[in-house]
């Protein structure tokens, strides 16, 4: 007995000794780090107690030091935090091929609803980008427009109902613009009409529910998936599912197949990308020879596969476009003169354009783009970019080297609330984009990345944004309110504010019908 309590003291002793030594990894290079990140969670132990989402984590390690870069611990993975924005655009643009994958989750072979291009990797990126570029260009863009202004149209409609003739009401515009992306998603790629405002329990919407369950499994699971990829690949193949990813597959294979039987052809992406697994390509002109096998047929691209792109779009651009558009308007509630210059421009464009706005009269519209910059300056989509070192890299002007397949993060937040790169970062203040008044760092402004794995879809969610902003200023009164800030939920990536945003409306007669 006394041997076996020795033995298991000694394993544990050893078990204790091998973390230890583990959590030394930075401080045995002597390369600078984070001297607070603990063992088992790393840098990432108010994540597991659900105290706050991983990007705000991050950017608590972010303010606590000086360093351009700093060696941190995220759960038990050695890793590097970029805190220098001028570093942060080479590890993205300049030095892409030392960082090419963003290193997170994919699993080709056996879960290929995990293939999205936002996870894939090297070879298998290059091709799935090089596909659905042309389904975002200017043309295709300009065709979904219609569907979009219909969308915007119904949330109108929506708050019509909702508020009273006389007087304003308080409506949380998250939940609105919410709304307004999901349905606008669901009809530009699925050509499907949704229309949560009516039906708000339909499939799409009940998606968000489902990938919003907040618990400490969750919470832990998220951070494996970007974190520590291995263990999520072995989960996975033991069985996990992924709920919102099947139902989202069972969306789409219902989707193709009444396409399919009945002979419907759609202007929207997932048309493009059933001609893409059709026939290998988009348009006649426009052939990827890269998705021929090596005798020359075509290479199908599965079902999963569209899924796994859908199923990004999906989540990404309801979150950020609904998010950008509320965070705007609720910005604007507590500035009154750029509200009246805003106000002015919307109705100023509705007069020269015989009371509509149209694709190309919203992109001329220069003060709606510097609200826009603004906003997605102090709330990023995602407020941390994360890449994998794809080979040992030497960091500028130091002998640090980060060793091949170390994961990589850069606080976007940090940096876009950097007083170094924008003076008074926690002011809303479009004017610093302005030509004559310019007052940040160029190249510290990054909110869709950079380099080329830039958002594939930002025009895209750029229209969107702001066509529900101008929605809003065309048909309703915005109250001015006091100086406030968000508050933002403790789980999840994006930025989502914990009690919503929330403003008062009342109802305008626009100066043109």
Not at 36 to 56: A, H, N, T, Y
Request: with cysteine; aromatic share 10%; net charge neutral.
């Amino acid at each position: 007995m006394f041997s076996l309590v020795l033995l298991a003291l000694s394993l544990l002793t050893l078990a204790w000794y091998y973390t230890r030594h583990h959590y030394d990894f930075w401080a045995r290079r002597g390369f600078p780090y984070d001297k607070l990140s603990g063992i088992p969670f790393g840098c990432l132990d108010s994540v597991w107690r659900q105290e706050k989402s991983m990007g705000l984590a991050i950017y608590d390690i972010y303010r606590r030091s000086r360093e351009r870069v700093l060696g941190i611990y995220l759960l038990f993975r050695p890793a590097v935090l970029v805190r220098d924005a001028e570093l942060a655009r080479r590890v993205l643009a300049q030095d892409f091929a030392s960082f090419h994958d963003r290193g997170i989750y994919v699993d080709e072979e056996k879960n290929p609803l995990s293939a999205s291009i936002f996870a894939l990797r090297g070879q298998s990126w290059r091709a799935m980008r090089h596909m659905l570029s042309p389904c975002f260009t200017s043309g295709k863009l300009k065709a979904m427009y219609g569907t979009s202004e219909d969308i915007g149209d119904k949330m109108v409609a929506h708050l019509q109902k909702k508020l009273p003739e006389q007087g304003s009401e308080e409506v949380d515009l998250k939940s609105v613009m919410q709304d307004y992306a999901i349905d606008i998603i669901a009809s530009t790629i699925f050509g499907l009409d949704v229309n949560s405002f009516e039906n708000p329990d339909n499939k799409f919407r009940k998606l968000v529910s489902i990938a919003r369950v907040k618990n400490r499994f969750n919470a832990l699971f998220g951070m494996l998936i970007f974190l520590v990829p291995s263990i999520a690949k072995f989960l996975f193949r033991m069985g996990l599912q992924n709920p919102v990813g099947l139902a989202m597959l069972e969306i789409v294979k219902e989707t193709v197949e009444h396409r399919e039987k009945h002979g419907i052809v759609r202007k929207d992406l997932l048309q493009l990308l059933i001609q893409l697994r059709n026939t290998g390509k988009i348009e006649e002109n426009e052939s990827f020879s890269i998705q021929k096998t090596p005798d020359g047929h075509i290479k199908a691209i599965s079902l999963e596969t569209i899924t796994a792109q859908a199923f990004i779009f999906y989540i990404a651009g309801q979150e950020t476009t609904g998010s950008t558009a509320a965070f705007t308007i609720f910005e604007l509630a507590q500035y009154p003169e750029l509200l009246k210059r805003l106000q002015d421009e919307v109705d100023e464009t509705l007069a020269k354009n015989d009371g509509k706005i149209t694709y190309d009269a919203l992109q001329k519209m220069e003060f709606l783009e510097l609200c826009f910059q603004e906003t997605i300056r102090k709330y990023p989509g995602l407020p941390i970019l994360n890449r994998e070192c794809t080979q040992d890299y030497t960091v500028p002007e130091t002998n640090h080297v980060i060793p091949k397949g170390t994961p990589v993060v850069i606080s976007l937040y940090g940096i876009h609330h950097d007083a170094e790169y924008f003076p008074d970062p926690e002011k809303y203040d479009p004017y610093r984009f302005a030509e004559e008044s310019r007052n940040y760092s160029p190249t510290a402004f990054m909110p869709f990345g950079e380099g080329p794995r830039i958002c594939i879809a930002q025009r895209m969610g750029r229209v969107n944004a702001k066509l529900a902003i101008i929605k809003i200023l065309q048909n309703f009164n915005v109250e001015v309110m006091s100086k406030r800030e968000i508050e933002f939920e403790n789980h999840g990536i994006a930025l989502m504010p914990k009690h919503g945003a929330r403003v008062r409306l009342s109802k305008r007669v626009p100066k043109l019908a």
